[in-house]
């Protein structure tokens, strides 16, 4: 049935092809796509897989889009489809329009469709699934559930997949049910043999074993970074659900439920609340943190938006804060399911007043988690909200990284607490005197000593006995010290990786988060191109030194990011008072992940149009 | 000056609770509200209170919005931990405190305008939680 195999030669590619299910939100097909990404994972072929989803509920579209490369190219490619599964009639045209020319289109083909709603350079692959469930099912839901198994079955053999890992998958998925595991291989071979029997198997992209896969491991971002937040030793969880963040809260209430209960008592050992809104959870966390507790919330835009009081309450009164925030697309409600790295500067400047927050950008899961445990430590050190952000692309799309390391001999830094012992002695408590010389001041838990050490937070003016005080001198001075100890978390934050290009250039490209894979691809087709670039992956504020010398080092620097306004950009000139002819935009904002197309183009375009071509001598 | 320490004398016969305390250490800084101030008699009200109960007062916290009343926890309590947190939102800062620690007791103190008003959303639901 392959329609028009006979005019077009369809693509011919090996472990490197993006396929796109096209299906109606809430008909199951969820689980048979993500079993189609593990089974090609589980032949050693690295996939990246990434759900389109907009903000509706069921009945509407949904995409899943597979990028399998055994090269390792884990950003999302761009430039269309090459195997397009279309199951769902609303978006038929633009699923269609959407295929590379030579590409490949597999539909249900029960009923049939006039030739216009095809295109004649792709290879169309059509087989009958309602039919084939409508036969071997009675029941409407298992007709449902079962067809996304059938057309998984189907694709096994226009793929040439290890079907083993495919059942294996099932049986894991299924533990315990076994019925369930049996009805669920036979539909995947009814698909399989359908195709084997009436359809060119393999077509031109197929699956090989490999080995590019390796250790690494695979799981979304938020997961990561709340396992960071239990390794990290949270033990209070404040939140208001918001997508793409409900998630990571979600996580750590599972982690939480099975490794934070005292096998004793059977008490648990954390407290989590989903509060009635944001600024009740930011000032739950800011109460417990007050209280020498790990306290986090993890919010979104908006979420980040009605905090603003709090977050300067915290500042100005130097009491840690964890705060993750998955960011979606802005302003207002925005595109509420579409990635952006939009909230650098609402984060970086958060509440009113002269404030500065620090921030941490996590690459992948692997620094979710990493970056997940360290921000208490410098939530404590620091006495100050920490900010990670970040983003629905690494937070709710499951994506292959490093495995988690943890030492366990790992202290955690509980900063400049003055103890009861300390006090007893004698020792110097003024809440906000700056002892060490690095702006950072001590602190007393609440209930630590009969007599001595109690202070009052307040959000109006101190003196740096936290004695309430309007006097200029004592403001400017406490004003003064919170930027010491801002220019102290510089060298606390991670600092950034620098990739050297392969050959000497004056050429540099900054970036940070969910950018990364995109990036380290486009270098690669830069530099097939014979543009050399320098990378710097910025993975804190405030930015440490090497940061204004790499800018320094080169002639231009392209600073890559996801939103409209370059935001990174305006805090690199703000706080490095750097050249602004220096920094060139590449910008990326339309909701989808940014590709390494993208950024390789927007480069070469802008240096292509730099260059100067002389104008001819005129012949006498 | 914008900070009134009271005196830390007093008269030698004062009696003292079981635990060794005046009632003139459960008291804080001078009020600066205005004279005849019913919040000032709330204080003193807390500072018989805490020491007719004979609590330590380095095991009480206590926590406040933005106001008048907000300010009174200056006024009473001064070898306790305080915190005069953001308009109408005591609520959530003290449920979370309680969270951090079930060992100390809470004093949170409101008014009209930060309470009534404001926070009559979020103090059922933190009131709820903190009780749990």
Redesign the interface.
Known sequence: MLQSAERVTGLQRVNDFVVKFANVNGSGSASANALFGKAILRMGVPMTPRNIFPSNIQGLPTWYEVRVSEAGHLGARGGGVDLMVAMNPQTWTQDVASIVPGGYLFYDSTKPMPPSKFRTDIVVIGVPLTEITNKAYTDSRQRQLFKNIVYLGVLSALLQMDVPEIEKLLAEQFRGRDKLIAANVQALHMGRDYALANLQCPIGLTLQRADAVGDRIFIEGNAAAALGAVYGGA??C?WYPITPSSSLAEAFTRYCNRYRVDPQTKQNRF?I?Q???E???????????????R?FTATSGPGISLMQ??IG?AYFAEIPAVIFDVQRSGPSTGMPTRTQQTDILSCAYASHGDTKHVMLFPEDPYECFEFGALSFDLADRLQTPIFVLLDLEIGMNERLCKPFEWDDSRKMDRGKVMTAEELEAGKDFGRYLDVDGDGIPYR????????RG???????SK?RRA?????GPDYAENMMRLLKKFDTAKNLVPRPVARAAKEPTRLGAIYFGSTSPAMNEAEEILAERGIHLDLLRVRGFPFHNDVKAFVAEHDQVFVVEQNRDAQLRTLLLTELEIDPAKLTRVLHFDGTPITARFISDAIADNIDSLKIVPFRKAVP | MTFLPKPKLHHPALPTNSLGFTRRDYEGAVSTLCAGCGHDSISAAIVRACFNLELPPHRIAKLSGIGCSSKTPTYFLGASHGFNSVHGRMPSVLTGANLANRDLIYLGVSGDGDSASIASASSPTSCGAAST
Not at chain 1, 279 to 292: R, Y
Not at chain 1, 445 to 451: A, I, K, N, S, V
């Open positions: 033990t209070v404040a407290a609340v509060a009635e809104d600024l009740a959870s930011i000032g739950m966390v800011i109460g417990a943190a007050w209280n020498g507790a306290a009081e709090f309450l007393t838990y609440p209930g630590t000593h009969p007599t109690a202070f009052f937070t307040r959000g109006t003196d004695r309430y005080s309007e006097e």
